[in-house]
């Protein structure tokens, strides 16, 4: 009965610990990291030559620094997705107009599938959400500051292990005045961890084992009992 009681406790134990190992992680990358009028640690800015869907925006006069957590500067804006903030370079009404460039980055594991990107965002004017590269949504519309628009990506050619690159583009109209300028966003990245093969190993080897020791005890102490019993020839 030990015999077979044992193989299916060390398998469901390695069954427990898989699925474990497998369940869904959940990165949340998002703007407003810091309070109202201090800077995000996480994200910074920059002037920059950009492009979104068609519109083209010279870079505009701002240097390189960490963004700024701005809120909601003109009462047109929308609210930001839940728990972010908006972010822009300054407080005051009127922005430089031109083009901006964001840029954060997240680290992934080194071995990992499933990986899926949603996403929540807006700007005042335009904006482009790319991750390493791929673009993942872009809005050149006038107004789109009054509403949160939704992507999602499951392209698994986007990922990379370790270092990943997060670049929002957004455009402050260069055809008006200075006016206010910001974005707003929220991302969650979820994916399944990958467990390397060396750990499945001891994993398996560390359970055999205990099956190797526990049957020895049991064997020998079967042995011990029959020999004191006078059950099996004495052969000594």
Same mark, same amino acid.
């Given at each position: 009965?030990?015999?077979?009681?044992?193989?299916?406790?060390?398998?469901? &134990?390695?069954?427990?610990?898989?699925? =474990?190992?497998?369940? #869904?992680?959940?990165?949340?990358?998002?703007? %407003?990291?810091?309070? +109202?009028?201090?800077?995000?640690?996480?994200?910074?800015?920059?002037?920059?030559? $950009?492009?979104?869907?068609?519109?083209?925006?010279?870079? #505009?006069?701002?240097?390189?620094?960490?963004? &700024? $957590? $701005?809120?909601?500067?003109? $009462?047109?804006?929308?609210?930001?997705? #839940?728990? =972010? @903030?908006?972010?822009?370079?300054?407080?005051?009404?009127?922005?430089?107009?031109? %083009?901006?460039?964001?840029?954060? =980055?997240?680290?992934?594991?080194? #071995?990992?599938?499933?990986?899926?990107?949603?996403?929540?965002i807006t700007s005042d004017n335009f904006f482009a959400f790319y991750l390493n590269g791929n673009l993942i949504g872009a809005k050149a519309e006038l107004g789109i500051f009054k509403s949160l628009y939704a992507y999602q990506s499951t392209d698994q050619s986007f990922w990379v292990p370790g270092a990943n690159h997060i670049r929002i583009d957004a455009i402050n109209r260069i055809d008006d005045v200075d006016t206010p300028t910001g974005i707003a966003f929220l =991302?969650?990245?979820? +994916?399944?961890?990958?467990?390397?093969?060396?750990?499945?190993?001891?994993?398996?080897?560390?359970?055999?084992?205990?099956?190797?020791?526990?049957?020895?005890?049991?064997?020998?102490?079967?042995?011990? *009992?029959?020999?004191?019993? %006078?059950? @099996?020839?004495? *052969? %000594?």
């Amino acid at each position: 009965m030990r015999r077979l009681i044992l193989p299916a406790v060390c398998f469901t &134990l390695l069954l427990a610990t898989m699925i =474990s190992i497998a369940s #869904a992680e959940t990165i949340v990358l998002k703007s %407003g990291n810091a309070a +109202y009028g201090q800077l995000d640690p996480l994200i910074t800015v920059r002037g920059a030559e $950009v492009t979104i869907a068609g519109s083209y925006a010279y870079a #505009a006069a701002q240097p390189y620094q960490q963004a &700024l $957590v $701005v809120g909601r500067l003109d $009462v047109s804006w929308c609210n930001p997705p #839940a728990g =972010s @903030e908006w972010i822009g370079v300054t407080t005051n009404w009127a922005c430089p107009r031109g %083009g901006y460039q964001y840029d954060m =980055s997240f680290d992934m594991p080194a #071995a990992f599938s499933n990986a899926s990107l949603s996403l929540s965002i807006t700007s005042d004017n335009f904006f482009a959400f790319y991750l390493n590269g791929n673009l993942i949504g872009a809005k050149a519309e006038l107004g789109i500051f009054k509403s949160l628009y939704a992507y999602q990506s499951t392209d698994q050619s986007f990922w990379v292990p370790g270092a990943n690159h997060i670049r929002i583009d957004a455009i402050n109209r260069i055809d008006d005045v200075d006016t206010p300028t910001g974005i707003a966003f929220l =991302s969650q990245i979820e +994916y399944s961890p990958v467990p390397e093969p060396s750990s499945i190993l001891v994993l398996v080897c560390g359970m055999g084992g205990l099956g190797v020791v526990l049957q020895m005890k049991n064997q020998w102490g079967h042995r011990c *009992k029959t020999v004191m019993t %006078g059950t @099996e020839d004495d *052969k %000594g």
